[in-house]
Structures are given as structure tokens and as C-alpha cells.
Nanobody, 121 residues
Framework: QVQLAESGGGLVQVGGSLRLSCAAS?????????MGWYRQAPGKQRELVAE???????SYADSVKGRFTISRDNAKNTVDLQMSSLKPEDTAVYYC??????????????WGQGTQLTVSS
């Protein structure tokens, strides 16, 4: 089974920057083909923020385009989210996610425990 461990959350002022990191372990039974970050704000459903494939293709939510950058190290099975120009509406619990190809079933997903980002003025 794959476990994900997030780090890097915290309190940031409006306009500031912060980097979130996620490391995957226990993936001997499959290959991670996609990694990404979701977030859940108070009173809101969890939403996709950014994702990246093993080939390096990226996708971002419209609300973070131009401000957030996702990157990964396939050899280390890590994924980072560099966040800049942070806004109060970015405040949320951020969750790391991975999609794993296995022998059976073909796809599995893994979630981190979440890390809190708070953006304040």
C-alpha cells in the first residue's frame, strides 16, 4: 500500500509564498502515474488544485493558474506545490493525492492526511 506524507503548511500573509511537499512510500506494488494536490476550505467540498503526470504534464484549477506551480521527482516519488501571491481564499486543508497502477485492480488512489494553509492579512 502507498502512504503519502505532506509537509509545509502554515500561516502566511496575503501575497506571500509557501511550498507544500508530499512524499510517497510503500509503493512497491505499483507505479505512481499521477500526483496532485486537492484542498478543502471550510464549508466547501474538496477540489482539485493541481496535478501532474509521471510524464510531466500539468493541470491547474483556474483560481490558481499563474500563482501555483506543481512539480515532481519520479525517482523519489515526491510532489511539491509552490504557492505564491497567496490570497485569503487559498486558506484550506491541502491534501496530497496519488494515482497508482497495480496488477489488481488496475488503479488505486492514495491520500495524505492533509496540511493546513492559512492566509491572513
Amino acid at each position: 500500500q502507498v502512504q503519502l506524507a505532506e509537509s509545509g503548511g502554515g500561516l502566511v500573509q496575503v501575497g506571500g509564498s509557501l511550498r507544500l511537499s508530499c512524499a510517497a512510500s510503500g509503493s512497491a506494488g505499483g507505479s505512481i502515474i499521477g500526483m496532485g494536490w486537492y484542498r478543502q476550505a471550510p464549508g466547501k467540498q474538496r477540489e482539485l488544485v493541481a496535478e501532474i503526470t509521471s510524464g510531466g504534464s500539468t493541470s491547474y484549477a483556474d483560481s490558481v493558474k499563474g500563482r501555483f506551480t506543481i512539480s515532481r521527482d519520479n525517482a523519489k516519488n515526491t510532489v511539491d506545490l509552490q504557492m505564491s501571491s497567496l490570497k485569503p481564499e487559498d486558506t484550506a486543508v491541502y491534501y496530497c493525492h496519488a494515482t497508482i497502477i497495480t496488477t489488481w485492480p488496475r488503479r488505486r488512489d492514495a491520500w495524505g492526511q492533509g496540511t493546513q494553509l492559512t492566509v491572513s492579512s
